[in-house]
């Protein structure tokens, strides 16, 4: 079964950190371009970042620019977001989100993880 | 960059049509034959219905297509069934450097 399990997400403060995992089954992780897109509550879908799949080229919104890194372990099967400088905006359900379909298609999402940053 | 400027909802009665408009600019829609659209239910991860303006992934129902012009891409609707009511949100890819921006969304309802 394809399948995308992200973990990692929880509560931080304002200004913490936290990196999130997601493990890839089913299919050839290493052959397919990444991404994670948020949604926070009640509203909208963002696109964040995006990786090769090679683990070249990432790219990130502006709103996480300096503060997000992405990664990749193709050997694991697992995609990595290590966010800093948390703030308040960056409350949202993040999704795994893999490219197999077409490069500029997101066929197979995760469950979603949630990031709540609060004091 | 700003999200894509979807209606925020639409509605249509079973075996009805609808049509939901996605406005972008030539930065993005109108720039790329890059286009996809995602259905989502409440409490679930959204799921992808259209890609590249017009392609349907296997197992999404033919009652759904996708078109373009201009600036401005659409998703319909044909047959309308309970099941079809669910937020629609259209995502397009906007560049080497933006990559990808998304709709603000459209919640259909089935009368």
Known sequence: EVQLVESGGGL???????????AASGFTFSSFEMNWVRQ????????????????????YADSVKGRFTISRDNAKNSLYLE?????VEDTAVYYCVCSRASRDAFDIWGQGTMVTVSS | QSALTQPRSVSGSPGQSVTIS?????????GYNFV????????????????????????VPDRFSGSKS??????????????????????????????????????????
């Open chain 2, 36 to 59: 996809s659209w995602y259905q989502q239910h409440p409490g679930k991860a959204p799921k992808l219905m259209i890609y590249d303006v017009t392609k349907r992934p296997s197992g």
């Open chain 1, 83 to 87: 966010m800093n400088s948390l703030g």
């Open chain 2, 70 to 111: 201009g600036n401005t891409a659409s998703l319909t609707i044909s047959g309308l069934q309970a099941e079809d009511e669910a937020d629609y949100y259209c995502c397009s890819y906007a560049g080497s450097y933006t990559l990808y921006v998304f709709g603000i969304g459209t919640k259909v309802t089935v009368l």
């Open chain 1, 40 to 59: 926070a509550p009640g509203k909208g879908l963002e696109w964040v970042s995006y990786i090769g799949s090679s683990g070249a080229g990432a790219r």
């Open chain 1, 12 to 22: 931080v403060q304002p200004g913490g950190s936290l990196r999130l995992s997601c």
């Open chain 2, 22 to 30: 996605c406005t972008g600019t030539s930065s993005d829609v109108g």
